[in-house]
């Protein structure tokens, strides 16, 4: 089945750089690779998605990029701000479908 | 337009007992998918609900079990609990049947087994 890898852990950085978060799949078959952000005493809340047939999107301050041929997929912040400190997670569609598969999280901490 | 909302926000049971835990669905979407967090991880799939009936499941045991209504709102029961149950467990709901594009999860219910 489905297994998604993510790294790293945790990472931290100053307001304004910009946070890179990796996460590698290993089934071929999947299409589809969202990104949550969770915040304390919350549920995961989908910020940018993307699907197997494009390579990148921009939605403001974030932007995913996907390499199929590779199996990884990144979330990219810029201008990196204190209220974007939480986990985020990537997933990918796994069991024939019908689930997402999370990766472990990163806990990013923005310090102003 | 509503969101996914999730009852109760806290619970403690002693093992061996049973839970059951509700879902709202956010207004028209027609599936319900389950996910069983523990401290310091990702979210595991425990099975989806569309058109009132399990359209997928993952890694758990026949104790876990659930429901979908006509109004799209759900169920998830588990029986004879343990203790490796304590964690927070959350509600998804999309549009879309077998897909999984858009899920929308609730707060979740924070289940604590002693």
């Known amino acids: 089945g489905e297994n998604v890898e993510q790294h790293p852990s945790t990472l931290s950085v100053q307001e304004g750089d910009s946070a890179v978060i990796k996460c590698t799949y290993s089934d071929s078959a999947s299409n589809y690779f969202p990104w949550y952000k969770q915040e304390l005493g919350k549920g995961p809340q989908l910020i940018i998605d993307i699907r197997s047939n494009v390579g990148e999107k921009k939605d403001q301050r974030i932007a995913v990029t996907l390499n199929k041929t590779a199996k990884h997929f990144s979330l990219h912040i810029t201008e990196t701000q204190p209220e974007d400190s939480a986990v985020y997670f990537c997933a990918a569609v796994g069991w024939a479908g019908t689930a997402l598969i999370f990766g472990k999280g990163t806990t990013l901490s923005v310090s102003s | 337009e509503t969101g996914v909302t999730q009852s109760p926000t806290h619970l403690i049971k002693t093992r061996g007992q049973q839970v059951t835990l509700r879902c709202s669905s956010q207004s028209g979407h027609n599936t319900v998918s389950w996910y069983q967090q523990a401290l310091g991880q990702g979210p595991q799939f425990i099975f989806q609900?569309?058109?009132?009936?399990?359209?997928g499941r993952g890694n758990f045991p026949p104790r876990f079990s659930g429901l979908q209504f006509p109004n799209y709102s759900s169920e998830l029961n588990v029986n004879a609990l343990e203790l490796d149950d304590s964690a927070l467990y959350l509600c998804?709901?999309?549009?879309?049947?077998?897909?999984?594009?858009?899920?929308?999860f609730g707060s979740g219910t924070q289940l604590s087994v002693l």
């Open positions: 998804a709901s999309s549009l879309g049947g077998t897909t999984n594009e858009k899920l929308f």
């Open positions: 609900y569309y058109r009132e009936e399990e359209n």
